[in-house]
């Protein structure tokens, strides 16, 4: 008895072959478009993150000055975040070229500062043993990479300015017609999916917003605080140290007393307990406080409803695995996860009650 069943599946296939012709290619193509444009991922992330950021900004301004709402509202957020970050990296990156060549006096400089340290003296002897052998083989390894070879290339600077403009002009674009981009979207999903799709992107949206916006805006109030902070105890490096604030805030939970700690430590060696006492309670109260407990909170618990564990397991495995773009896709995909999951259980609880 012939196979009916295969033959009507061949079949299906003949008379079809055109279309799935059609959409192998249409497929091939989407695939190389994506690894032509894998170099400038982080521009069209950080593009797509930002406007998350500025949106509420433009809200507000489109109902004063609608034509220039997009304008200012990329601009309010764009220029402190790079101003703050740019600068300190360069600043960063310049301390490191000079720690390099300097390296005799580093190492000298953190064996003073262990023996100023009121440590049992077999952990003297063993934090000492450990500057020594870092100075001794990891300095002239770093040495002798091509740091100025690779400086003077360009090519990473380059195409970090290409996806730094990539990210500011993205995120206007989508600022002005980031909702009809939306509502294209939604016009071509098929019907048989069209109610999934619109509680979908409801979800989708809230969650992103919530991430991102929560996040960035503690950040960027971090950052500013810590300049501000760091500037009246008169630290040096104040650029580098509050982009590094800014940075670490970015991450939900650990905000700045990755850095904090650190400087307050550094202020008991140099000028005593009192000066890092006051130290920390002005950073406690001024720089984490108000972000972590006002900002943050509100913003992410309360509007996305994700377990904190979850977003900080996002964001910090996604950024040791894809790096600048993986930090912040990490987070989309956990989004779109949940999303999906909130959707199908909006759609099965209105099944119920129709029935």
């Not at 982009?243 to 850095?259: E, H, Q, T």
Request: proline share 5%; charged share 10%.
């Amino acid at each position: 008895m012939p196979n009916t069943q295969a033959s009507d599946g061949v079949s299906t296939l003949i008379k079809h072959k055109w279309t799935i012709a059609v959409a192998f290619i249409i497929f091939l193509t989407a695939i190389t478009f994506v690894y032509i444009i894998l170099p400038l991922l982080d521009g069209i992330i950080m593009g797509i993150v930002l406007a998350y950021v500025a949106r509420p900004l433009k809200r507000f301004f489109d109902r004063h000055i609608l034509r220039l709402s997009p304008y200012i509202a990329t601009g309010a957020i764009v220029i402190p975040i790079f101003l703050i970050i740019g600068l300190g990296i360069i600043e960063i990156f310049n301390y490191l070229l000079w720690a390099i060549k300097n390296q005799g006096y580093v190492a000298g400089v953190l064996m003073n500062l262990v023996g100023r340290l009121d440590l049992p003296e077999f952990a003297r002897a063993k934090t000492i043993d450990i500057i020594s052998n870092f100075a001794s083989y990891l300095f002239p390894i770093i040495q002798q990479l091509p740091v100025e070879r690779i400086v003077n290339t360009g090519y990473t600077l380059v195409l970090f300015v290409i996806n730094i403009m990539i990210a500011v002009v993205l995120c206007f674009y989508l600022l002005v017609d980031g909702s009809r981009l939306v509502d294209r979207a939604i016009d071509i999903t098929p019907a048989e999916v069209k109610d999934f799709s619109q509680k979908f992107i409801k979800h989708f949206d809230g969650i992103l917003s919530a991430l991102f916006i929560g996040n960035f805006y503690s950040a960027i109030a971090t950052g500013l605080l810590s300049l501000i902070v760091f500037s009246l105890f008169g630290f040096t490096d104040v650029l580098a140290l509050s982009a590094l604030m800014l940075i670490a805030s970015i991450v939900p939970f650990l905000a700045g007393w990755m850095v904090v700690i650190p400087l307050v430590i550094y202020r008991y060696i140099e000028q005593g307990s009192e000066s890092a006492t006051i130290f920390f309670i002005v950073s406690l109260l001024v720089v984490i406080i108000p972000p972590e407990l006002l900002i943050r909170p509100y913003i992410i618990n309360y509007q996305s409803n994700i377990h904190p564990m979850l977003i900080i397991l996002a964001f910090i495995g996604g950024g040791l695995v894809g790096g600048i773009a993986g930090f912040f896709i990490a987070p989309i995909l956990l989004g779109a996860i949940v999303a999906a999951y909130r959707a199908n259980a909006e759609l099965r609880a209105e099944a119920i009650k129709a029935a």
